[in-house]
């Protein structure tokens, strides 16, 4: 009777272990899911405007003069998210250096592949020819708009800008 009643228990054991990782593998998503679907979902490659990017920002006013106090907030910013890949000349670290990148790129460019680097290394060619050259795609950061566009006036610092 000790025998049945431990194998009927392993039994329910092995079946509810088994019923359990099923449901957590179909609930999971990985990131080359998540971008496959986003590029299915999204508009096709066909539509990608290469001067704006993939994203919500169609225009963003810079200002006649940098805000100093949003580029030190944006140096904040770098220094935790993205100063272990990127150096600020024009040498590549892990990506690429960042000297003149607010020169050569619009700024709603830049923020757009700040805010959704996923979508914009999916379709933007110039990305693609750059991630085989550094082999390590963007991770998404999860910065707020407000994080990038200080971002983006430290990157109009680093060049120069007054």
């Known amino acids: 009777m000790k025998k ?10 092995i079946y509810a272990c088994s019923s359990n990782n099923s449901e957590q593998k179909s609930e999971r998503s990985f990131p080359e ?26 225009t963003v006013d810079l200002g006649a003069k940098l805000d100093v106090a949003m580029a030190e907030a ?19 670290l892990v990506g690429p250096g960042w000297k003149g990148v607010s020169e ?26 750059q991630l085989e050259l550094c082999l390590v795609r963007m991770p998404n950061q999860n910065l707020t708009d407000d994080d990038a566009r200080k971002i983006l006036e430290f990157m109009r610092q680093n060049d120069g800008v007054k």
């Open 4 to 13: 049945l009643t431990v194998l009927v228990l392993m039994a329910m054991f």
């Open 74 to 92: 944006g140096k904040t910013i770098v220094d935790l998210k993205c100063a272990s890949c990127h150096k600020m000349t024009d040498e590549k």
């Open 104 to 129: 050569r790129r619009k700024p709603e460019w830049i923020m757009n592949f700040i805010t959704n680097p996923d979508a914009m290394l999916d379709k933007d060619p110039e990305l693609q020819a």
């Open 33 to 58: 899911e998540t971008a496959a679907a986003s590029s299915d979902a999204g508009t096709d490659a066909s539509s990608y405007d290469p001067n704006r990017g993939e994203g919500k920002f169609t």
